[in-house]
């Protein structure tokens, strides 16, 4: 069992980042008191229930870009009128190429039907049935706030298997 002044701090380990945060997206659809997650099928968190999004690319004109072209790609939707709700910054002391700034955005209006690609099998959840338990430990702690209208920062330290060590949310509005 590793000692706790072997434990690794958040803070501590921000101090030691000397390259910028990948960035990327994260955009979930509201309507009637329901979010629309998606069942990872591959890749970076494959077999978790999250938003839509992905990596920033050098084409995409602007962090909605990112997230508009993430959510097509993925459940064939067009998102219109993003509301940008969250600054996620995750931090992985073991796999430091996995450490991002996640800009999050809701909306309730889109273009398209969710439908299900290679990557993504999306699914409506109404909002007191969301499947924390098959999400991201950080999940529970944010995603209620921003569905319920909250702007928020938020830091979070992952170690090993992707458990989540220590966090930090701050609401801004």
């Known amino acids: 069992m590793a000692k706790m002044k072997d434990r690794v701090n958040l803070a501590a380990y921000k101090e030691t980042i000397t390259a910028p945060l990948r960035r990327a997206t994260l955009c979930f659809l509201v309507r009637d008191n329901q979010v629309l997650l998606a069942m990872k099928k591959r890749g970076?968190?494959?077999?978790?229930?999250?938003?839509s999004g992905g990596k920033s690319k050098p084409e995409d004109?602007?962090?909605?870009?990112t997230a508009k072209r993430e959510m097509v790609e993925e459940?064939?939707?067009?998102?219109?009128?993003?509301?940008?709700?969250?600054?996620?910054?995750?931090?992985?002391?073991?796999?430091?190429?996995?450490?991002?700034?996640v800009s999050v955005f809701l909306t309730s209006e889109w273009n398209g039907t969710p439908t299900e690609t290679e990557e993504m099998?999306?699914?409506?959840?109404?909002?007191?049935?969301?499947?924390?338990?098959?999400?991201?430990?950080?999940?529970?702690?944010?995603?209620?706030?921003?569905?319920?209208?909250?702007?928020?920062?938020?830091?979070?330290l992952f170690g090993k298997n992707q458990k989540m060590l220590e966090h930090k949310i701050v609401e801004i509005a």
């Open 121 to 156: 099998a999306p699914k409506w959840f109404n909002l007191n049935e969301i499947p924390y338990n098959q999400m991201w430990d950080d999940d529970v702690l944010w995603l209620p706030k921003v569905l319920d209208g909250k702007i928020i920062e938020g830091n979070f």
């Open 61 to 65: 004109k602007s962090i909605e870009a």
């Open 44 to 51: 970076f968190a494959e077999g978790k229930w999250n938003g």
């Open 75 to 101: 459940t064939m939707v067009t998102p219109r009128n993003l509301k940008k709700v969250a600054i996620l910054n995750f931090y992985f002391p073991d796999k430091s190429d996995w450490n991002q700034q």
